[in-house]
């Protein structure tokens, strides 16, 4: 059983401009992603800025997001670290939060063999009952988790259910599915591949552009899965340039941008991130402006 089909939404922490979690705009966050049709909220996620966040705060926010969104929608939490006991400590207590299910990235910095990443993803999912994502995103951790071992975890391991997908390459997406037998439940993790990734068998995606267009989002996925291909294929073209624009700098340096020129109070982003050059910003309200939501 998969944990989600269609648009989950990678949420950002907003912060007061002491750079502390603003909870109750996490609150009202939430609410309006629930009341657009999101399929599913991912708490700790690298947009979530779940880098810079102690290990308290992190936890506190899944908390937090499992206690608000009370069970409207699974809370799929980011518990990923390139430590394995941190992973596993990170897992183990999101699981007694309530968290639906998890999210692991694969360890960066350490750049592991495959082998190791086998043994990572083996140790953490063992060590909770919920179903687990792996975390494909080579571009930032330096690491590419292989469809050949993303295969074998989720038929070797019985709660590793899928993976998000981020890495861009579609060849290597097509021939993970091509593998998969059915074993693996692929999401995209690219906002402008999400038609590409269901096109070779994907249920949906995990989403930056969702935090400011979650029923648009929403209704790529639906469509599609509804097998109105055309309609699918025709809104996520719609969306490409806002996209674009939403990581012409590294996420979640745009995405809070857009958040709060749309008055949604996300705040600042934690160092070493920093807020937006000037013509990047014009380049994202514009594209807001010609998407229509703002």
Do not use: W
Request: net charge negative; with cysteine; proline share 4%.
């Amino acid at each position: 059983m998969s944990i989600f089909k269609g648009a989950g939404v990678a949420i950002v922490t907003p912060m007061f401009e002491d750079g502390s979690v603003n909870y109750e705009q996490l609150a009202e966050l939430i609410e309006f992603q629930i009341a657009h049709k999101i399929d599913a909220i991912i708490a700790c996620g690298t947009t979530g800025e779940s880098s810079t966040l102690t290990h308290e705060e992190h936890l506190d926010v899944i908390g937090y997001v499992v206690k608000k969104v009370a069970g409207r929608v699974p809370v799929i939490a980011g518990t990923g670290s390139n430590c394995t006991e941190t992973a596993i400590y990170l897992s183990t207590e999101a699981e007694k939060l309530g968290a639906d299910g998890l999210l692991l990235v694969s360890p960066y910095y350490n750049k592991a063999t495959q082998n190791g990443l086998y043994a990572h993803f083996k140790a953490v999912a063992e060590s909770v009952k919920i179903p687990v994502l792996l975390y494909n995103v080579p571009s930032r951790t330096g690491c590419n988790i292989l469809p050949e071992t993303i295969v074998r975890l989720c038929k070797d391991v019985e709660n590793i259910v899928g993976v998000k997908e981020a890495s861009g390459n579609i060849s290597q997406i097509g021939h993970l599915a091509a593998i998969a037998d059915g074993a693996v439940d692929i999401y995209s993790g690219n906002d402008d591949h999400i038609v590409p990734v269901m096109s070779l068998g994907g249920i949906g995606v995990i989403s930056v552009l969702a935090n400011v267009a979650p029923e648009k989002t929403h209704e790529i996925c639906r469509t599609y899965l509804d097998g109105d291909v055309k309609t699918s294929m025709k809104l996520q073209l719609e969306a490409m340039e806002l996209v674009n624009a939403l990581f012409c700098e590294v996420n979640p340096i745009p995405v809070k941008k857009a958040l709060n020129l749309m008055g949604m109070k996300a705040g600042v982003l934690r160092r070493p991130l920093t807020e937006m050059e000037p013509a990047n910003s014009a380049r994202l309200e514009k594209a807001m402006k010609e998407y229509g939501i703002l």
